[in-house]
């Protein structure tokens, strides 16, 4: 009885080895494996552009070369009395003549507007030297405006109304929805005169 049970206790000492090969084998292939695994995430770049949330372009917050916003005339354009002979709004300046003209950025950009169903929102101010608000409010001026760095639906434009205070005077008034950002040329037209500008529409 002795030498049977011996022989069992030979034969599984003799066993162990072989059954614990296989998991010691496992484990060093799942070691290994987890030393260099197959990346899933996609690289970052180093650098990022806004995206353009209506339109989907990509665009730089400044504008390029490519596009040549409207900067100050040389000489520049002073308007008539009883207006102040240049524009009341910090870092804007009078573009155009007496008989159409408009208040743009010396920068050329307008950035930040908000957004809403139809794109990006401004309020564009127009004046006329013989322009009154309380005998013209709803002057018959017309505003169009083109994308001229890429395709787009074109400027979706309001009907004009009046403005008026003690510092811009009596004013046309028009809403716009750009329905991308970039590089547009607005061009408007009353009584004869046409007036067109560059701008840069940023994030």
Not at 157 to 184: H, K
């Amino acid at each position: 009885m002795k030498k049977l049970y011996l022989v069992l206790s030979i034969l599984i000492m003799a066993g162990l080895p072989a059954g614990c090969a296989p998991k010691a084998v496992v484990q060093g292939q799942e070691v290994r494996a987890l030393e260099n695994p197959a990346s899933t995430v996609p690289p970052i770049s180093a650098t990022s552009t806004p995206e353009d949330s209506a339109g989907g372009d990509v665009v730089p917050e400044n504008p390029p070369a490519s596009c040549p916003v409207t900067v100050p005339q040389d000489p520049s354009f002073t308007a008539p009395p009883p207006y102040s002979p240049n524009s009341p709004f910090a870092s804007n300046f009078w573009y155009g003549s007496n008989s159409l003209w408009t208040d743009l950025p010396e920068n050329g950009i307008w950035y930040d507007l908000p957004l809403n169903s139809n794109g990006y929102t401004q309020k564009i101010f127009w004046w006329n030297e013989s322009y009154a608000w309380n005998e013209e409010p709803q002057p018959e001026l017309t505003v169009t405006g083109e994308r001229l760095d890429a395709t787009s639906p074109p400027l979706i434009v309001g009907r004009a109304t009046n403005a008026y205070a003690s510092d811009i005077g009596s004013a046309m008034l028009v809403g716009v929805d750009f329905p991308t950002l970039g590089c547009w040329r607005i061009t408007g037209k009353y009584k004869g005169a046409e007036l067109s500008f560059v701008i840069w529409v940023g994030p």
